[in-house]
Protein backbone atom coordinates (compact mmCIF):
# COMPACT_ATOMS: atom_id res chain seq x y z
CA UNK A 1 0.00 0.00 0.00
CA UNK A 2 3.02 2.40 -0.79
CA UNK A 3 0.87 4.15 -2.87
CA UNK A 4 -1.97 4.44 -0.73
CA UNK A 5 -3.58 1.96 -3.03
CA UNK A 6 -4.63 -1.66 -1.21
CA UNK A 7 -3.64 -4.51 -2.45
CA UNK A 8 -6.50 -7.11 -2.45
CA UNK A 9 -6.24 -10.98 -3.09
CA UNK A 10 -9.20 -13.10 -4.36
CA UNK A 11 -9.67 -16.78 -2.65
CA UNK A 12 -12.24 -18.72 -4.29
CA UNK A 13 -11.98 -22.02 -6.38
CA UNK A 14 -14.34 -20.94 -8.81
CA UNK A 15 -12.48 -19.00 -11.97
CA UNK A 16 -15.92 -17.37 -12.91
CA UNK A 17 -16.53 -15.50 -9.55
CA UNK A 18 -12.88 -14.36 -9.17
CA UNK A 19 -12.86 -12.83 -12.84
CA UNK A 20 -16.69 -11.08 -11.73
CA UNK A 21 -14.65 -10.25 -8.41
CA UNK A 22 -12.03 -9.07 -10.30
CA UNK A 23 -13.75 -6.67 -12.83
CA UNK A 24 -15.84 -5.19 -9.95
CA UNK A 25 -12.62 -4.05 -7.92
CA UNK A 26 -11.07 -3.00 -10.86
CA UNK A 27 -13.78 0.15 -10.77
CA UNK A 28 -13.53 1.37 -7.37
CA UNK A 29 -10.44 3.82 -7.32
CA UNK A 30 -8.92 2.76 -4.09
CA UNK A 31 -7.92 -0.54 -5.64
CA UNK A 32 -4.49 -1.18 -6.67
CA UNK A 33 -3.46 -4.64 -7.52
CA UNK A 34 -5.40 -7.71 -7.83
CA UNK A 35 -4.38 -10.96 -7.33
CA UNK A 36 -5.84 -14.48 -7.25
CA UNK A 37 -5.56 -17.58 -5.41
CA UNK A 38 -7.34 -21.11 -6.30
CA UNK A 39 -7.93 -22.44 -3.17
CA UNK A 40 -6.12 -21.78 0.59
CA UNK A 41 -2.45 -23.26 0.00
CA UNK A 42 -2.29 -21.05 -3.07
CA UNK A 43 -3.75 -18.45 -0.89
CA UNK A 44 -0.90 -18.70 1.57
CA UNK A 45 2.04 -18.73 -0.75
CA UNK A 46 0.90 -15.36 -2.37
CA UNK A 47 0.07 -14.11 1.10
CA UNK A 48 3.58 -14.45 1.92
CA UNK A 49 4.94 -13.46 -1.42
CA UNK A 50 2.64 -10.18 -1.78
CA UNK A 51 1.38 -9.51 1.56
CA UNK A 52 -2.13 -7.80 0.64
CA UNK A 53 -3.69 -5.48 2.39
CA UNK A 54 -7.18 -6.71 2.20
CA UNK A 55 -8.45 -10.61 1.57
CA UNK A 56 -11.70 -11.43 -0.55
CA UNK A 57 -12.22 -15.07 0.86
CA UNK A 58 -14.92 -17.83 -0.32
CA UNK A 59 -16.01 -20.27 2.92
CA UNK A 60 -16.20 -23.62 0.93
CA UNK A 61 -13.08 -24.56 -1.19
CA UNK A 62 -11.28 -27.37 -1.46
CA UNK A 63 -8.84 -28.42 0.98
CA UNK A 64 -8.25 -25.42 3.96
CA UNK A 65 -11.86 -23.69 4.41
CA UNK A 66 -12.00 -20.25 3.92
CA UNK A 67 -13.09 -20.29 7.94
CA UNK A 68 -9.43 -22.30 8.41
CA UNK A 69 -7.59 -19.90 6.91
CA UNK A 70 -8.88 -16.97 8.59
CA UNK A 71 -8.40 -18.33 11.87
CA UNK A 72 -4.68 -18.94 10.97
CA UNK A 73 -4.32 -15.36 9.46
CA UNK A 74 -5.18 -13.99 12.85
CA UNK A 75 -2.41 -14.67 14.66
CA UNK A 76 0.12 -12.76 12.40
CA UNK A 77 1.57 -9.24 13.09
CA UNK A 78 0.08 -7.50 10.24
CA UNK A 79 -2.65 -9.79 9.10
CA UNK A 80 -4.80 -8.67 6.09
CA UNK A 81 -8.47 -7.12 6.49
CA UNK A 82 -10.94 -9.99 5.72
CA UNK A 83 -13.88 -9.93 3.51
CA UNK A 84 -15.95 -13.32 3.41
CA UNK A 85 -17.46 -13.81 0.05
CA UNK A 86 -19.83 -16.42 -0.10
CA UNK A 87 -23.24 -18.10 -1.30
CA UNK A 88 -23.58 -19.65 2.37
CA UNK A 89 -25.06 -17.09 4.62
CA UNK A 90 -25.30 -19.59 7.78
CA UNK A 91 -21.63 -19.28 8.26
CA UNK A 92 -21.37 -15.45 9.62
CA UNK A 93 -21.78 -15.52 13.17
CA UNK A 94 -18.95 -17.98 12.82
CA UNK A 95 -16.58 -15.20 10.00
CA UNK A 96 -17.36 -12.29 12.57
CA UNK A 97 -15.78 -13.91 15.21
CA UNK A 98 -13.00 -13.69 13.22
CA UNK A 99 -12.46 -9.96 13.19
CA UNK A 100 -14.01 -10.53 9.74
CA UNK A 101 -14.73 -6.61 8.16
CA UNK A 102 -17.13 -7.56 6.29
CA UNK A 103 -19.88 -10.75 5.15
CA UNK A 104 -20.94 -10.52 1.44
CA UNK A 105 -23.13 -12.90 -0.78
CA UNK A 106 -23.21 -14.37 -4.37
CA UNK A 107 -23.70 -12.85 -6.17
CA UNK A 108 -22.33 -10.02 -5.02
CA UNK A 109 -23.60 -6.61 -6.48
CA UNK A 110 -21.20 -3.63 -6.92
CA UNK A 111 -22.95 -1.34 -4.50
CA UNK A 112 -22.92 -4.14 -1.87
CA UNK A 113 -19.14 -4.43 -2.32
CA UNK A 114 -18.61 -0.52 -2.07
CA UNK A 115 -19.94 -0.97 1.14
CA UNK A 116 -17.54 -3.70 2.09
CA UNK A 117 -14.81 -1.85 0.51
CA UNK A 118 -15.57 1.43 3.03
CA UNK A 119 -16.05 -0.86 5.60
CA UNK A 120 -11.98 -1.95 5.13
CA UNK A 121 -11.18 1.52 4.59
CA UNK A 122 -12.28 2.25 8.26
CA UNK A 123 -10.30 -0.36 9.63
CA UNK A 124 -6.92 0.06 7.57
CA UNK A 125 -7.38 4.03 8.74
CA UNK A 126 -7.98 2.51 12.16
CA UNK A 127 -4.65 0.81 12.45
CA UNK A 128 -2.12 3.59 11.11
CA UNK A 129 -3.61 5.34 14.15
CA UNK A 130 -3.21 2.77 16.22
CA UNK A 131 0.05 2.07 18.61
CA UNK A 132 1.45 0.14 19.26
CA UNK A 133 1.32 -2.88 17.14
CA UNK A 134 -0.24 -5.90 17.50
CA UNK A 135 1.90 -8.54 19.29
CA UNK A 136 3.30 -11.52 16.90
CA UNK A 137 1.57 -14.73 17.52
CA UNK A 138 2.73 -16.65 14.15
CA UNK A 139 5.48 -16.67 12.07
CA UNK A 140 5.24 -16.64 8.28
CA UNK A 141 8.30 -19.60 7.05
CA UNK A 142 8.70 -22.27 4.30
CA UNK A 143 10.64 -25.52 4.57
CA UNK A 144 11.33 -27.31 1.30
CA UNK A 145 8.96 -24.97 -0.73
CA UNK A 146 6.21 -25.92 1.45
CA UNK A 147 4.47 -22.60 3.10
CA UNK A 148 3.34 -22.61 6.96
CA UNK A 149 2.92 -19.85 9.99
CA UNK A 150 4.31 -21.08 12.61
CA UNK A 151 3.33 -20.39 16.46
CA UNK A 152 6.16 -18.45 17.99
CA UNK A 153 5.61 -20.71 21.71
CA UNK A 154 7.13 -23.48 19.09
CA UNK A 155 10.13 -22.25 18.43
CA UNK A 156 12.98 -22.95 20.32
CA UNK A 157 16.26 -20.13 18.31
CA UNK A 158 16.69 -18.81 15.66
CA UNK A 159 19.85 -18.46 13.54
CA UNK A 160 21.22 -16.01 11.17
CA UNK A 161 21.58 -16.94 7.67
CA UNK A 162 22.65 -13.60 5.48
CA UNK A 163 19.43 -11.99 5.14
CA UNK A 164 17.45 -14.78 6.17
CA UNK A 165 16.75 -16.73 9.04
CA UNK A 166 16.69 -20.20 10.29
CA UNK A 167 14.35 -20.78 12.75
CA UNK A 168 14.41 -24.15 15.06
CA UNK A 169 11.88 -25.72 16.46
CA UNK A 170 11.15 -29.52 17.51
CA UNK A 171 9.59 -30.34 14.09
CA UNK A 172 12.80 -28.86 12.44
CA UNK A 173 14.25 -26.25 11.01
CA UNK A 174 12.56 -24.22 8.92
CA UNK A 175 13.71 -20.46 6.66
CA UNK A 176 11.71 -17.03 7.34
CA UNK A 177 12.12 -14.50 4.96
CA UNK A 178 13.10 -11.97 7.09
CA UNK A 179 16.84 -11.23 8.98
CA UNK A 180 17.41 -11.80 12.78
CA UNK A 181 17.22 -7.98 13.53
CA UNK A 182 14.09 -7.52 12.06
CA UNK A 183 12.52 -10.96 13.97
CA UNK A 184 14.90 -9.43 17.10
CA UNK A 185 12.76 -6.28 17.38
CA UNK A 186 9.06 -7.88 16.39
CA UNK A 187 9.63 -10.99 18.83
CA UNK A 188 11.27 -9.08 22.06
CA UNK A 189 7.63 -8.78 23.70
CA UNK A 190 7.32 -12.78 23.08
CA UNK A 191 9.78 -13.30 25.25
CA UNK A 192 12.85 -13.89 22.93
CA UNK A 193 16.49 -12.14 23.49
CA UNK A 194 19.27 -11.71 21.34
CA UNK A 195 22.03 -13.69 22.76
CA UNK A 196 24.49 -13.33 20.16
CA UNK A 197 24.91 -11.53 17.03
CA UNK A 198 23.14 -14.89 15.44
CA UNK A 199 20.97 -16.32 17.44
CA UNK A 200 17.74 -14.96 19.12
CA UNK A 201 16.47 -17.34 22.28
CA UNK A 202 13.30 -18.14 22.92
CA UNK A 203 13.99 -17.89 26.73
CA UNK A 204 11.30 -20.33 27.45
CA UNK A 205 13.11 -22.85 25.97
CA UNK A 206 16.62 -22.51 28.03
CA UNK A 207 16.70 -25.28 30.79
CA UNK A 208 20.27 -25.08 31.36
CA UNK A 209 23.20 -22.66 31.27
CA UNK A 210 26.47 -23.83 31.15
CA UNK A 211 30.17 -21.44 32.03
CA UNK A 212 33.16 -22.34 31.03
CA UNK A 213 36.07 -21.37 33.79
CA UNK A 214 37.06 -18.52 30.95
CA UNK A 215 33.60 -16.89 31.45
CA UNK A 216 32.08 -18.56 28.34
CA UNK A 217 28.17 -18.54 28.22
CA UNK A 218 26.02 -21.28 26.19
CA UNK A 219 22.29 -22.33 26.95
CA UNK A 220 20.58 -25.26 26.30
CA UNK A 221 17.29 -25.67 25.27
CA UNK A 222 14.01 -27.51 26.61
CA UNK A 223 12.85 -29.60 23.78
CA UNK A 224 15.89 -30.00 21.37
CA UNK A 225 19.27 -31.40 22.05
CA UNK A 226 20.84 -27.77 20.69
CA UNK A 227 23.17 -25.34 22.60
CA UNK A 228 23.05 -21.63 22.28
CA UNK A 229 26.26 -19.74 22.51
CA UNK A 230 26.40 -16.49 24.55
CA UNK A 231 28.36 -13.53 23.29
CA UNK A 232 30.68 -12.25 25.47
CA UNK A 233 29.49 -8.61 24.98
CA UNK A 234 25.54 -10.10 25.99
CA UNK A 235 26.13 -12.70 28.44
CA UNK A 236 25.43 -9.58 31.12
CA UNK A 237 21.90 -9.08 29.75
CA UNK A 238 21.23 -12.71 29.59
CA UNK A 239 22.23 -13.39 33.25
CA UNK A 240 20.36 -10.80 34.28
CA UNK A 241 17.23 -11.94 32.45
CA UNK A 242 17.52 -15.54 33.49
CA UNK A 243 17.64 -14.42 37.39
CA UNK A 244 20.98 -15.61 37.76
CA UNK A 245 22.55 -12.07 39.45
Not at 73 to 97: D, H, I, M, N, R
Request: hydrophobic share 45%; with cysteine.
Amino acid sequence: MDNGLWNVLIVDDEPPIRSELRYLLSRDARIGAIDEAGNGTEAVEKLLAGRPDVLFLDIQMPGTSGIKLAETLAGLKTPPAVVFVTAFAEYAAEAFELDAVDYVLKPVEEARLTRALDKVGSLLAAKRAAAPAARVRRLAVERAGNHAFMPVGDICYIEANADYSNVICPGGTYLANESISSLEQCLEAEGFLRVHRSFLVNLDEVHDVEISRGGTMELRCTRIDAVVPVSRRRAALVKERLGLV
